[in-house]
């Protein structure tokens, strides 16, 4: 089991160039999310999805956009960078269900626009 | 709406001593989970205890323990005999019992032990 991994682990971006951080996870979760992380800010969610087809906004969802076509992949897209996304991106996983389950963390990419 | 509150946004020790991270969380629901995730220098998450609502015993692993209050809706978490290795940062992290539920963080203490 790799469980959840994330690419690139770092990535250097300019201002208005687009990307794509992929996320893929092998233990058949149904609910993935993304997270980012700001220094003093904690991790707050950007989007999330329960499920293939499914996503829903969280707390900061601007600026990006999430599709589900599998279980296994959730990437996350900057459509046109902008140095306030400089940040760590996290995806996790956890089995369906409720809040009860653990969420399983990726490694984390980190993200510097210019 | 769900709020999670970690107040200390660093602390320091020197190995050995005790210390206590807080964590204080609002939530409408009765149903809900708390958790404590570490992460080290090294920059991932590792997740350290799940707590429900409905079980407000302490919880001791090894060094660790964790009080679990809901009349002060605050899930404290207590390192004893504080080593070098301790040093992260802990987030508190709330979740209600839907399906589909986001998990809610704090954002963060820093504890820093020196030697």
């Known amino acids: 089991n790799a469980g959840v991994t994330q690419t690139p682990k770092f990535q250097v971006l300019k201002t208005g160039q687009s990307m794509t951080l992929q996320c893929a996870q092998d233990?058949?979760?149904?609910?993935m999310s993304w997270y980012r992380q700001d220094p003093g800010m904690g991790l707050r969610l950007i989007h999330y999805?329960?499920?293939?087809?499914?996503?829903d906004q969280g707390e900061v969802p601007n600026g990006y956009n999430v599709s589900r076509s599998t279980t296994e992949d959730f990437p996350l897209r900057l459509l046109s960078a902008a140095p306030s996304q400089t940040s760590v991106y996290f995806c996790?996983?956890?089995?369906?269900?409720?809040?009860?389950?653990?969420?399983?963390f990726g490694p984390g990419t980190r993200l510097t626009v210019l | 709406a769900q709020k999670v509150t970690q107040a200390q946004t660093e602390i320091s020790v020197v190995e050995k001593e005790d210390v206590t991270l807080d964590c204080v969380y609002e939530?409408?629901?009765?149903?809900?989970?708390l958790f404590w995730y570490k992460q080290p220098p090294s920059g991932e998450l590792v997740f350290l205890i799940r707590?429900?609502?409905?079980?407000?015993q302490n919880e001791i692993s090894g060094r660790y323990s964790w009080n679990f209050q809901k009349s002060t809706s605050s899930f404290n978490f207590t390192i004893t005999a504080s080593q070098v290795v301790d040093s992260a940062v802990y987030f508190c992290?709330?979740?209600?019992?839907?399906?589909?539920?986001?998990?809610?963080f704090g954002k963060g203490t820093t504890l820093s032990v020196s030697s």
């Open positions: 996790a996983s956890r089995p369906t269900g409720g809040g009860y389950n653990e969420q399983f």
């Open positions: 233990m058949n979760h149904e609910y």
């Open positions: 999805s329960v499920g293939a087809g499914i996503t």
């Open positions: 939530t409408r629901d009765t149903t809900y989970y």
């Open positions: 707590r429900n609502s409905f079980d407000e």
């Open positions: 992290a709330l979740s209600e019992a839907q399906a589909g539920t986001a998990l809610i």
